[in-house]
């Protein structure tokens, strides 16, 4: 029998990911393929020039997220990641890039393939959530 509990399962899901230092690695390969791919333009437009606030917001934001300590609330008070993001007009092509950029991430690590497959099908319902709470305020923003 394992004591492996199932991700999504207490902090199971954290600790697949390496705590927070995995996490950390995580977000700056995440970041580092968001610059570096032509396709991902768009979305690093959105960000500010200089990373470091957005790679610390979320790792900690990943950290309770998974499981773990939640650093994110701790340090930035609580956040609606959709309602955080329906500021920027997001659309699915937006959303793809930015899980196509986690993806290249999430293979770098060395990950369980069971837990790479887990986390990348946990980051699309924020992902799908983020484009609809954007479409939603963008679309009552727009005159008729």
Partial sequence: MSDTLPYGTLDASYQAAGGIDGL??????????????????ALRALHPADLSASRD??????????????????K???ISIPAFHSQWPIDQALAESWLSCMAGAIALQGYAPAFADYLLRQLRVPAERSVQASQNRHRKETPT
Avoid: I
């Fill in 76 to 78: 930035y008070g609580s």
């Fill in 57 to 74: 917001k979320l790792a900690c934001f990943l950290s309770g997220w998974l499981g773990g300590p939640r650093l994110f609330a701790e």
């Fill in 24 to 41: 950390r690695r995580l977000v700056d390969d995440f970041y580092r393929l968001m610059d570096q791919r032509p396709g991902a333009a």
